[in-house]
C-alpha cells in the first residue's frame, strides 16, 4: 500500500519537473510548436505577399505605361504625300509650259522686251504688224494657260476632298500622340497645298491680265506711230 502511494506522489510530480516552457504547450508527437513563433512567422509572411502584390502592381503600371508609350508611336495608315506632291506636279507642268511669256524671271524680261517694244520709229509696218500679231498669241495664251491652271485646280478639289477625309478617319481612331500630331501636320500640309494652288492660279491671272494690258498700251502706241507716219512732218501743213 505505501508503496502505491509513493508511486502515485511521483506521478503526480512528474509534469512539473519535465513540462516545457510557458509558450511551447502545443505539440504533435516528437514536435512542438511555439505559438509566438508561429503568430510572427504567419505576419512575416503576410508582409512578404503585400511586398509581392505591390511589386506585381508596379510591373502591371510599367507595362500599361509601356503600352502607352509605344501607342504613342504608332504611325497613321494613311499618308497622303504622295498625292499631294502628284497634284503640286501637275499644275508646276502646267506653268512650265505656258506658251506666252516664261515665268523664269530673265526669260520674262527677254520676251517681254522683244514683243512689247518701246520705240516703233525705226520699225516698218510689215514688223510691227509681225509684233502685234505676237502680242495677240501671247495675251490669248496667257488667258488660255489660266484656265489650264484653274480647271486643273478645280479637278484637285474631288483628290483634296478624298484626302480630308481620309485624315480625319485616321484621327478618329488615332491611338496614340504620334498618330493625332501625324494627322494634324497631313492636314495643315493639306492647307499649305491649296495655298500654293491658289498662288499659282492667281500668278497666271495676274500674268494674263498684264499681257492684256500690255497689248492694249502697243496697241495704243502703235497707233500714234502710224498716225505721225500718216500725218507726216509739220511742214507738209504750212505754207
Given at each position: 500500500m505505501r508503496r502505491r502511494i509513493i508511486a502515485a506522489l511521483l506521478l503526480a510530480a512528474a509534469p512539473m519537473t519535465i513540462a516545457p516552457p510557458a509558450h511551447a504547450i502545443f505539440g504533435v508527437g516528437d514536435i512542438v510548436i511555439d505559438p509566438?513563433?508561429?503568430?510572427?512567422?504567419?505576419?512575416?509572411?503576410?508582409?512578404?505577399l503585400e511586398q509581392i502584390n505591390n511589386q506585381v502592381k508596379q510591373l502591371q503600371n510599367e507595362a500599361d505605361m509601356?503600352?502607352?508609350?509605344?501607342?504613342?508611336?504608332?504611325?497613321?495608315?494613311?499618308?497622303?504625300?504622295?498625292?499631294?506632291?502628284?497634284?503640286?506636279?501637275?499644275?508646276?507642268?502646267?506653268?512650265?509650259?505656258?506658251?506666252?511669256?516664261?515665268?523664269?524671271?530673265?526669260?520674262?524680261?527677254?520676251?517681254?522686251?522683244?514683243?512689247?517694244?518701246?520705240?516703233?520709229?525705226a520699225w516698218s509696218r510689215t514688223q510691227m504688224a509681225t509684233a502685234a500679231e505676237k502680242q495677240w498669241?501671247?495675251?490669248?495664251?496667257?488667258?488660255?494657260?489660266?484656265?489650264?491652271?484653274?480647271?486643273?485646280?478645280?479637278?484637285?478639289?474631288?483628290?483634296?476632298?478624298?484626302?480630308?477625309?481620309?485624315?480625319?478617319?485616321?484621327?478618329?481612331?488615332?491611338?496614340?500622340?504620334?498618330?493625332?500630331s501625324q494627322t494634324g501636320n497631313q492636314i495643315a500640309a493639306l492647307g499649305v497645298k491649296q495655298t500654293m494652288q491658289m498662288q499659282?492660279?492667281?500668278?497666271?491671272q495676274y500674268r494674263a491680265d498684264a499681257l492684256a494690258r500690255a497689248r492694249d498700251l502697243q496697241i495704243e502706241r502703235e497707233g500714234r506711230e502710224k498716225l505721225a507716219r500718216f500725218v507726216g512732218g509739220a511742214s507738209a501743213y504750212t505754207r
Open positions: 509566438s513563433n508561429l503568430a510572427q512567422n504567419i505576419l512575416t509572411a503576410a508582409n512578404t509601356l503600352i502607352n508609350q509605344a501607342n504613342n508611336l504608332v504611325r497613321t495608315g494613311y499618308n497622303p504625300q504622295a498625292e499631294i506632291n502628284r497634284l503640286l506636279g501637275e499644275i508646276v507642268v502646267l506653268m512650265d509650259r505656258a506658251r506666252s511669256i516664261s515665268y523664269v524671271v530673265s526669260e520674262t524680261d527677254r520676251l517681254f522686251q522683244e514683243n512689247f517694244p518701246e520705240d516703233y520709229s498669241v501671247s495675251a490669248r495664251s496667257a488667258f488660255n494657260d489660266t484656265l489650264l491652271v484653274q480647271s486643273q485646280i478645280v479637278q484637285t478639289l474631288k483628290a483634296d476632298t478624298s484626302s480630308l477625309d481620309a485624315m480625319l478617319a485616321e484621327t478618329a481612331v488615332a491611338e496614340g500622340n504620334l498618330s493625332v499659282e492660279m492667281m500668278a497666271a
